[in-house]
């Protein structure tokens, strides 16, 4: 079964750090684009920040200088880097990827993670 398991978030004071990652497993053939978004209570999810598998990065205006994400291909791996958080912050942050089947090497199909909470306190 493919799925894709977030760790790292939690409770942070506002200009701090917290580091999410999120690894793909099961039977998998490759991993395309990888990313992040987030969405809070009433709101539509938004992107963060994507990668594809050849390190191309794409991030939302508000993240750009605090946020970094990167990924290990081998492991099918990606990482968000968050330095400097804010408040407004606060919210479910989901993995999201477009990964290649080893039944079907063909075509790749979008995933989302279950999610983890980040919340930034003031």
């Known amino acids: 079964q493919v799925q894709l398991v977030e760790s790292g978030g939690g409770l942070v004071q506002a200009g701090r750090s917290l580091e999410l990652s999120c690894a793909a497993s099961?039977?998998?053939?490759?991993?395309?684009?990888m990313g992040w978004y987030r969405q809070t209570p009433g709101k539509q999810r938004e992107l963060v920040a994507t990668i594809t598998s050849g390190g191309n990065t794409n991030y939302r205006d508000s993240v750009k200088g605090r946020f970094t994400i990167c990924r290990e291909n081998a492991k099918k791996i990606v990482y968000l880097q968050m330095n400097s958080l804010k408040p407004e912050e606060t919210a479910v942050y989901y993995c999201?990827?477009?990964?290649?089947?080893?039944?079907?090497?063909?075509?790749?199909?979008?995933?989302w993670g279950q999610g983890t909470q980040v919340t930034v306190s003031s």
């Open positions: 099961g039977s998998i053939f490759k991993a395309n684009t």
């Open positions: 999201n990827a477009d990964l290649v089947p080893l039944a079907n090497r063909n075509t790749a199909y979008n995933y």
